[in-house]
């Protein structure tokens, strides 16, 4: 029952890295789900003593990859804009820290796809380097010139919005 747990507990920021590769709510909680499912399903591919987060990311790296290129095949779908369903609150400090949120998402979501795992893994998720370039499968050096570019590219893009 420890892997149940262990998976329920880490259901937030797998949900929170899942929004950072789709930029879409409901596109992020269908792969966390489809994650979950696979993770599940392959229970006896985990080692038990190993980081269940570090194994979580990958699958869900992987199907997100593999949904990219199904959706590639299959042609541009457009999205309905996330800001039309928003709900006004008189807050206006709220309001000003969703508008920069919002500033923070948009620039996130023009990053180039392999900047924007680095940037979700290492700054937002907290991984070490090391443990950042294992679950994406690239050298170290790679994730650092990862990292590098798309956090000067979001001082870029943050600064033009201020």
């Given at each position: 029952?420890?892997?149940?747990?262990?998976?329920?507990a880490?259901?937030?920021r797998?949900?929170?890295?899942?929004?950072?590769?789709?930029?879409?709510v409901?596109?992020?909680?269908?792969?966390?789900?489809?994650?979950?499912?696979?993770?599940?399903?392959?229970?006896?591919?985990?080692?038990?003593?190993?980081?269940?987060?570090?194994?979580?990311?990958?699958?869900?790296?992987?199907?997100?990859?593999?949904?990219?290129?199904?959706?590639?095949?299959?042609?541009?779908?457009?999205?309905i804009?996330?800001?039309?369903?928003?709900?006004?609150?008189?807050?206006?400090?709220r309001?000003?820290?969703?508008?920069e949120?919002?500033?923070?998402?948009?620039?996130m979501?023009?990053?180039?796809?392999?900047?924007?795992?680095?940037?979700?893994?290492?700054?937002?998720?907290?991984?070490?380097?090391?443990?950042?370039?294992?679950?994406?499968?690239?050298?170290?050096?790679?994730?650092?010139?990862?990292?590098?570019?798309?956090?000067?590219?979001?001082?870029?893009?943050?600064?033009?919005?201020?």
């Amino acid at each position: 029952m420890a892997f149940e747990q262990e998976l329920l507990a880490l259901l937030p920021r797998l949900r929170r890295f899942a929004h950072g590769l789709t930029q879409n709510v409901a596109d992020a909680d269908d792969l966390c789900q489809a994650a979950i499912e696979r993770a599940l399903k392959s229970r006896e591919q985990w080692q038990a003593g190993t980081r269940l987060d570090s194994w979580m990311y990958k699958i869900t790296r992987n199907i997100w990859i593999d949904n990219r290129r199904a959706a590639g095949r299959r042609g541009v779908h457009t999205e309905i804009d996330d800001g039309v369903t928003q709900i006004a609150d008189d807050s206006h400090a709220r309001m000003e820290a969703s508008m920069e949120l919002n500033d923070v998402d948009k620039a996130m979501a023009r990053l180039p796809d392999e900047q924007r795992e680095a940037v979700m893994l290492v700054l937002v998720e907290g991984y070490a380097y090391k443990e950042a370039a294992e679950i994406l499968g690239v050298p170290q050096g790679t994730l650092t010139s990862r990292l590098v570019r798309g956090r000067e590219a979001l001082v870029r893009e943050l600064g033009e919005a201020a």
